[in-house]
C-alpha cells in the first residue's frame, strides 16, 4: 500500500495521482456526511460501526463526536500512522486479506474504497461476514463496464481498477439472508456531485432478520 503515501493524500492533484489535496479535517463536511450514513442505515445508539478504508480516520471521528462507537482501519501505513490524534485508538492498519471475525461489527461502511480493491469479491464476502447487521458502500460508477467513469473527475485517481455499473456492484452483494438495497443518490452523502445523475452508487446491504 506504499502508493497511499503522503503525495498521493497531501499533494495528489499537483502529482497526477489523485484527488486530495491536503486532506484533513474538515467538520463542516464530515460531521453532515457521517450524519446523513447514520440515519440512513438506522444505527442504533449501542451499535458499532467500521470505516473499511478510513485513511486519517475523520468519519471515525464524527461517529465518536455523534456518541457512536466508531472504528476505522486502512491499507495505508502513512494514513494510519498521520490519524487524528483524537482517534487514534480506534483507527489500526488493516492486511490483505483483512483479519475480521464473523459478525465483528454491527455495521461496516466502505466508502469511495472498493474501486481501488483488485481483489474485490474477496473484500465485499469478508466485510459482510464482519457485519452483524448491514455493509454501506459508496462507489464510483460507469455506464458500461469498463467503460470511463461518469463522473470524469474520477479518471485522475492513479489506484483506481474497477469501472462497472450499479448493477454489477450491487450483485457482490446478493447472498442468502441478505437484502441488497442500491440507488443513485443518499442525500447528504457525495452531494458535490449530485449533479452527475449516475455518477456514484450506493448500496446499502441489511441481514435479513
Same mark, same amino acid.
Given at each position: 500500500?506504499?502508493?497511499? #503515501? ?7 492533484? /499537483? ?5 486530495? +489535496? ?37 468519519? $471515525?471521528? &464524527? ?15 502513512? &494514513?494510519?500512522? #498521520? ?5 487514534? *485508538? ?12 464473523? =459478525? +465483528?461489527?454491527?455495521? $461496516?461502511?466502505? /466508502?469511495? $474504497?472498493? @474501486? ?8 465485499? =464476502?469478508?466485510?459482510?461476514? *464482519? &457485519? ?13 463496464? =469498463? ?5 470524469? +473527475?474520477? @479518471? ?23 437484502? $441488497?438495497?442500491? *440507488? ?5 452523502? /457525495?452531494? #458535490?456531485?449530485?449533479?452527475?445523475? /449516475?455518477? #456514484?452508487?450506493?448500496?446499502? &446491504?441489511?441481514?435479513?432478520?
Amino acid at each position: 500500500m506504499d502508493q497511499y #503515501n503522503e503525495e498521493y493524500f497531501i499533494r495528489g492533484k /499537483k502529482a497526477g495521482v489523485s484527488l486530495y +489535496e491536503n486532506y484533513r479535517w474538515l467538520p463542516d463536511l464530515t460531521r453532515p456526511m457521517v450524519r446523513a450514513i447514520v440515519d440512513h442505515l438506522r444505527v442504533r445508539p449501542a451499535d458499532t460501526v467500521l470505516d473499511f478504508g478510513c485513511a486519517r480516520g475523520y468519519t $471515525v471521528r &464524527a461517529l465518536r463526536e455523534f456518541g457512536y462507537k466508531g472504528f476505522g482501519v486502512d491499507g495505508s501505513h502513512w &494514513a494510519v500512522q #498521520n490519524c487524528d490524534d483524537a482517534v487514534r *485508538a480506534y483507527v489500526g492498519h488493516v492486511g490483505d486479506p483483512p483479519a475480521m471475525s464473523e =459478525g +465483528e461489527f454491527d455495521w $461496516v461502511v466502505a /466508502k469511495d $474504497v472498493l @474501486e481501488h480493491v483488485p481483489n474485490v469479491l474477496r473484500i465485499v =464476502g469478508i466485510l459482510m461476514r *464482519a &457485519a452483524a447487521r448491514g455493509v454501506f458502500a459508496v462507489v464510483p460508477l460507469s455506464l458500461i463496464n =469498463g467503460a470511463p467513469y461518469v463522473v470524469g +473527475e474520477y @479518471e485522475r485517481d492513479a489506484t483506481h481498477v474497477h469501472r462497472l455499473t450499479l448493477d454489477t456492484w450491487a450483485l457482490m452483494f446478493l447472498q442468502p439472508g441478505w437484502r $441488497v438495497e442500491m *440507488a443513485y443518490r443518499i442525500r447528504g452523502v /457525495k452531494d #458535490n456531485y449530485a449533479h452527475h445523475a /449516475k455518477g #456514484n452508487g450506493f448500496i446499502t &446491504a441489511r441481514r435479513i432478520d
